[in-house]
């Protein structure tokens, strides 16, 4: 293959250059070496050597005129060299069947276009073995953003706050796991799907969520993880464009990351929702959103599956979206849909909500009726957002001693520092 020779570019350069073809290639890289060798984990770590290799080879030679097709190559090669290494031979060839002796056959004599037309199913089939429920979630979020998300492993330990040992102890558990329990690269099918589909929203909705509001740490948005977030949604809603709940994500996702600009104030405090300065909300990637959220129920009124969580979901964010300021808000449609998402998901965190767009719908009082029942089950007795609230219907109601002691009680439950300075000074009365 080509090399094309770049005057006058550093290492650094040829460096960033290789990590961004990585992060869109590296899924397909490992798909195509997953078929290879029958296993997932053996795939990702032979794309790995290829990225090394790269590494090593790029600065040197400049960059191939294909480099995705160069790191497909690559990786294949080091998959057929394992397998001749291989004593068993004969049985891996036979295991990997005459339909894939043919496409490596083409990736050697250089049709790297014509064998990756058709790669898109591999890749769907990979990013439902890295979200595989054998794995925990942890392990889930790791490998996805590992496999699919091309992040390397210190990119994935800074993403998360924890440290890079953590996250190749988890990625390599996981890999060991789908090797042992023989996970591959199928599609589920028939009763299989919608959970196996559910489990590889929730890791990318995971992702979203720290991103949106991090747990832990100094700042209160990590645009990087919802960014990432939001390209995996893409590429799912490419990869399976008649699924309603994949659109649905990826609408919501983008409606609330549109707000990121305006959820900041100058300090660097958070900025809540009504009193935000709808500005600079993202219009355009409201307008990318809605078309999603149209697709998606487009594709329930065709019957191609019910307005499941995300959807209803996306359609709750796309009511705030579509009111250019907080008074013109539907809350009485939000009411609804969240009486239709918790029925089909029953949850205390969604009757929270629920009891949120309530009090703009009937007032203050019909919610913390909801509220206190929350409060006396006990479901949420860890939950910051739980006092948070209590205390905002207080303050509404005019008691502010106990909505000061509710947002100081809420204050100690947080692990985020933007949060807690946020808190504390509504229970000091200084907001």
Not at 135 to 158: N, Y
Not at 220 to 238: P, Y
Request: aromatic share 4%.
């Amino acid at each position: 293959m080509s090399m094309t020779a770049h005057p006058g570019r550093t290492t650094d350069d040829v460096r960033r250059t290789l990590e961004a073809v990585w992060r869109m290639e590296a899924a397909k890289v490992t798909a195509v070496v997953a078929r290879v060798v029958g296993d997932v984990g053996l795939a990702e770590d032979l794309a790995q050597d290829a990225f090394v290799q790269a590494l090593e080879q790029w600065p040197r030679d400049g960059i191939p005129d294909k480099p995705g097709a160069w790191l497909t190559s690559t990786a294949r090669r080091r998959a057929i060299d394992r397998i001749r290494r291989d004593v068993n031979l004969a049985s891996k060839l036979q295991q990997v069947g005459h339909q894939e002796e043919l496409r490596v056959a083409e990736l050697a004599e250089g049709d790297f276009d014509a064998a990756l037309e058709d790669i898109d199913d591999d890749v769907l089939g990979l990013v439902f073995a890295a979200c595989h429920p054998a794995l925990t979630a942890q392990a889930r979020i790791s490998l996805t953003l590992r496999m699919i998300g091309g992040l390397t492993t210190r990119e994935i330990a800074r993403a998360f706050l924890t440290t890079e040992s953590t996250v190749a102890q988890r990625i390599s558990r996981a890999k060991r796991t789908l090797s042992q329990d023989g996970i591959t690269i199928e599609i589920p099918s028939g009763a299989e799907l919608a959970p196996r589909l559910a489990s590889v929203l929730e890791v990318v909705y995971l992702i979203f969520n720290e991103g949106y509001a991090a747990t832990s740490g100094r700042d209160w948005v990590r645009g990087d993880l919802m960014e990432e977030a939001i390209r995996l949604g893409r590429v799912l809603s490419a990869l399976a464009p008649a699924e309603p709940e994949v659109h649905g994500l990826l609408a919501l996702m983008e409606v609330q990351a549109s707000r990121t600009r305006a959820r900041i104030g100058r300090d660097g405090e958070p900025v809540l929702l009504l009193e935000q300065d709808r500005t600079r909300w993202d219009w355009a990637l409201i307008r990318h959103a809605l078309g999603a959220l149209d697709r998606a129920l487009t594709l329930v009124e065709h019957g191609q599956g019910p307005a499941g969580p995300y959807v209803l979901q996306a359609a709750i964010a796309a009511c705030h979206a579509r009111a250019h300021t907080a008074e013109a808000t539907d809350w009485g449609r939000i009411v609804a849909l969240y009486s239709q998402l918790g029925a089909i998901r029953p949850s205390p965190v969604i009757d929270l909500n629920r009891a949120v767009a309530l009090s703009y719908a009937e007032g203050p009082a019909a919610a913390l009726a909801v509220v206190d029942a929350l409060v006396d089950a006990g479901a949420l007795a860890g939950y910051h957002l739980l006092p948070s609230v209590r205390g905002d219907l207080l303050a509404r109601l005019g008691r502010d001693d106990e909505a000061r002691a509710e947002f100081a009680r809420a204050a100690g439950m947080t692990e985020n520092d933007a949060e807690k300075a946020l808190l504390l000074r509504r229970a000091a009365g200084e907001d």
